[in-house]
C-alpha cells in the first residue's frame, strides 16, 4: 500500500468522504470512491476534477500525492528521465492545483496538501533530480500559499521520509554506460535506498500525519513526518555549517 492508499482510508475512517485517483482503474475493492487521473495529462486532471466537482459541487481538501523516484549521476541522467520526474512530481501537482483552485476560491475554502519529501530541503548524492524536484516543491508551496490566501485557500507541505511502499519497483535508475565512473556509486546507493525502503515504517504514520493537518484551523507552511534520525537531519541541515552537514551525508552513504 502506498501513502496515497493509506491517507485515502485513513480520511474514510475518519469520516470525510474520499476520491482517490490512480493512473488505471483499480481492480480490487476501496473503501474510497476511484477515479482515473494521470498527472502527467491535462485533459485527464481535468476530467477527474470535474468528475467529483459534478458530484460534489465543492472540493474541500486536495492531497498532491503522485511522485516518482530516480536515482542517477547528475552529469549522466538522460533528458528523458528528468522530463518524466519532473512531468509527475512538479508540473502534475501544479495541474491539479489548478484544476481545483478555481472552485476553492469560488466557496471561498479550501486546503492543498503537497506530498513532498526530507530530500526536497537537502542534496542528496546522486539524487539530485529528485532532491531538485521536491525542492521545487517546496517552493511551490511558500508561493502558492501566499497567493491564495486571501481567497480563504490554505497551503502546505508534508516532509515524508523513507516509507515502505512501491516506489523501489517504480524509482527510475540511470546507470550510465558500462565506463561510467559513477556506476559502482549509482549501484550501491541504489541498493542502499531499495534496502532502507523495505526496512522502513508503512504509510500509516504519514497519513495520521495528514489527518492531523486535516483538522487544523490553521495550517504551517511545512510539515516534517519522518524517522527521529531524518527529523534530525533536516534539522541540522538549517544549523550546520554546510562542510559539516555535508560530511554527515558523504559518511551516510559511504562516501568518504
Known amino acids: 500500500m502506498g501513502i496515497g492508499q493509506a491517507t485515502a482510508s485513513q480520511l474514510v475512517r475518519a469520516g470525510h468522504r474520499v476520491y482517490g485517483t490512480s493512473r488505471h482503474p483499480l481492480h480490487t475493492a476501496v473503501d474510497f470512491h476511484p477515479l482515473v487521473m494521470d498527472v502527467n495529462d491535462d485533459e485527464s486532471v481535468q476530467v ?4 467529483v466537482l459534478q458530484r460534489e459541487q465543492r472540493v474541500d481538501v486536495l492531497i498532491n500525492n503522485a511522485g516518482l523516484g530516480i536515482v542517477g549521476a547528475l552529469e549522466e541522467v538522460p533528458d528523458e528521465m528528468i522530463r518524466r520526474v519532473f512531468d509527475t512530481n512538479v508540473w502534475g501537482l501544479l495541474r491539479v492545483c489548478r484544476a481545483v483552485l478555481p472552485a476553492m476560491r469560488q466557496q471561498g475554502s479550501g486546503l492543498i496538501v503537497n506530498v513532498s519529501s526530507v530530500a526536497g530541503v537537502m542534496g542528496l548524492p546522486y539524487r ?16 502558492l500559499r501566499l497567493e491564495v490566501r486571501p481567497f480563504g485557500v490554505q497551503v502546505c507541505s508534508i516532509l515524508p521520509g523513507d516509507v515502505r511502499t512501491n516506489i523501489n519497483s517504480n524509482r527510475l535508475v540511470a546507470t550510465g554506460p558500462a565506463h561510467s565512473p559513477y556506476r559502482q556509486s549509482v549501484s550501491a546507493i541504489n541498493a542502499q535506498i531499495r534496502a532502507e525502503v523495505r526496512q ?12 492531523k ?3 487544523e484551523s490553521s495550517v504551517a507552511a511545512h510539515y516534517v513526518a519522518a524517522p ?5 537531519a533536516v534539522w541540522l541541515k538549517r544549523w550546520l555549517p554546510s562542510r559539516w552537514f555535508e560530511a554527515l551525508i558523504k559518511r551516510s552513504y559511504g562516501l568518504d
Open 128 to 143: 539530485g533530480i529528485y532532491s531538485a524536484s521536491k525542492a521545487a516543491v517546496e517552493m511551490l508551496t511558500e508561493s
Open 213 to 215: 493537518i486535516i483538522n
Open 48 to 51: 477527474a476534477v470535474s468528475e
Open 228 to 232: 527521529p534520525v531524518q527529523k534530525l
Open 200 to 211: 522502513a515504517d508503512t504509510p500509516a504514520y504519514i497519513a495520521e500525519s495528514i489527518e
